[in-house]
C-alpha cells in the first residue's frame, strides 16, 4: 500500500474506472476513490463505459463519471477498480495501456494480478472495504459523501450483510460510515425499496423466460434488447434479477443471460451467474473469460445463444 500511496501523492492527473455493468460496490468506491483524489488536489476522472444505473444515481456526486476519454496521453496514473482483469472495464483497456501507471485494487480470487502496483484483498467483503482503508492509510477525513458511497458499496456487495462474504470488517466500517453521516434507511430505500413501473414490467418478461435444466439444479433466465425497448428499461435495469432465478427451490446455481446493445459486426451477451454457496461459480466465469467470487461471477461472450446454453447445460451436468 505505501508505494500506492506515495503514487497517488506524486500523481497530477488521475484516471479512475471499474468494470462494465457496474453494481453497487463498483460505483460506491468508485465515486469514493474520486472524493478521495479530490481532497488530495488530483484532477480526476471518473469513469465507466457502461450507463449508471439508475437505483445508484442517488451517491452523492455520481454524475462526475464519464463515459467517453479523449486522451490518454493526459493522464499518469490509472486506477482500476473491482476489476478481476483490465478488459472488463471495456474498451478502456486500451486506453489503460497509455497510462504509465497501472494501480489494481480488487478482492475478487480470480484477479489476475495486472497492473504496476497492486491492492488486492480477497478477504476484503467488498473493494470499497480496500478503498476505505486506503482513505484512512492517506490520511483523508471521510465526510458524509464519501461515508454514503463506501456504505453502499459494502452493502451491495455483501447483499445486505446476508452473502457468505460478510466479515466482522463490513460491520464495523458501515458502522463508522454511519456515524460520520450515511443514512441506511434512505439507501437502503434508493437501492431496495423502489422499482420503476417499467422494471416492473421487465422482470414480469423476465419470469416467463425461465428454463431449468435437466437435473434441476441449473435455471437460467434471459433479457432480449427486444425487452429492454419493450419496458422503457436498459441492460443496467436487468443486473439485479437473477435473485429471482436463485430463490427458485433446489437452484444451485442461477444465470442471467443479457443482450448487449449491438454494435456494428458484433452480437454479444453480459451473462452473469450466482451460486447458492456450494459451487465455485468464479471457476466457471473464468472458463469464458471472465471471473468474479464463488457465489457470484460474471462474463462477455460473443457465443452464439444455442451454443452458450449447450455449453452451461454442461457445466450443469457435470458440476452440480
Known amino acids: 500500500m505505501d508505494l500506492i500511496i506515495e503514487q497517488l501523492k506524486k500523481s497530477n492527473k488521475v484516471l479512475v474506472t471499474t468494470h462494465m455493468y457496474p453494481d453497487g460496490d463498483a460505483i460506491g468506491s468508485l465515486i469514493a476513490m474520486g472524493f478521495a483524489l479530490t481532497a488530495l488536489n488530483k484532477e480526476t476522472s471518473l469513469y465507466t463505459e457502461s450507463p449508471i444505473p439508475a437505483v445508484y444515481k442517488f451517491i452523492p456526486s455520481v454524475d462526475r463519471v464519464v463515459h467517453t476519454i479523449k486522451d490518454a496521453a493526459c493522464y499518469d496514473t490509472a486506477i482500476v477498480l473491482d476489476c478481476s482483469n483490465p478488459e472488463r472495464a471495456g474498451s478502456v483497456s486500451d486506453t489503460l495501456s497509455c497510462i504509465p501507471v497501472l494501480i ?118 434471459f433479457l432480449t434488447q427486444e425487452m429492454f425497448r419493450a ?56 472458463v469464458f473469460g471472465g471471473g468474479g467470487h464463488r457465489t457470484a461471477a460474471g462474463f462477455e461472450t460473443q457465443l452464439l445463444l444455442p451454443t452458450l446454453k449447450a455449453e452451461l447445460d454442461n457445466i450443469a451436468q457435470t458440476l452440480l
Open 104 to 221: 489494481n485494487i480488487d478482492h475478487h480470487i480470480t484477479n489476475n494480478r495486472f497492473g504496476t502496483f497492486r491492492l488486492i484483498d480477497t478477504q476484503a467483503c467488498a473493494t470499497a472495504e480496500i478503498v476505505y482503508r486506503l482513505i484512512k492509510s492517506l490520511g483523508i477525513p471521510i465526510n458524509k459523501s464519501t461515508a454514503s458511497a463506501i456504505y453502499t458499496g459494502i452493502l451491495t456487495d455483501t447483499g445486505s450483510f446476508r452473502f457468505c462474504n460478510t466479515n466482522s470488517a463490513a460491520f464495523k466500517i458501515c458502522e463508522e460510515m454511519v456515524l460520520l453521516g450515511a443514512e441506511p434507511y434512505h439507501i437502503a430505500q434508493k437501492v431496495y425499496g423502489r422499482y420503476s413501473l417499467g422494471r416492473i414490467r421487465l422482470l414480469n418478461l423476465a419470469l416467463n423466460t425461465i428454463e431449468i435444466s435437466e437435473n434441476g439444479k441449473l435455471s437460467i433466465m
Open 231 to 286: 419496458t422503457g428499461t436498459r441492460i443496467e435495469d436487468g443486473n439485479d434479477l437473477i435473485d429471482y432465478a436463485k430463490i427458485i427451490e433446489d437452484i444451485k446455481v442461477a444465470v442471467l443471460i443479457q443482450e448487449s446493445e449491438e454494435k456494428v459486426g458484433t452480437h454479444s451477451f453480459h451473462v452473469s451467474l450466482r451460486s447458492d454457496g456450494t459451487v465455485d461459480v468464479a471457476k466457471i466465469a473464468s
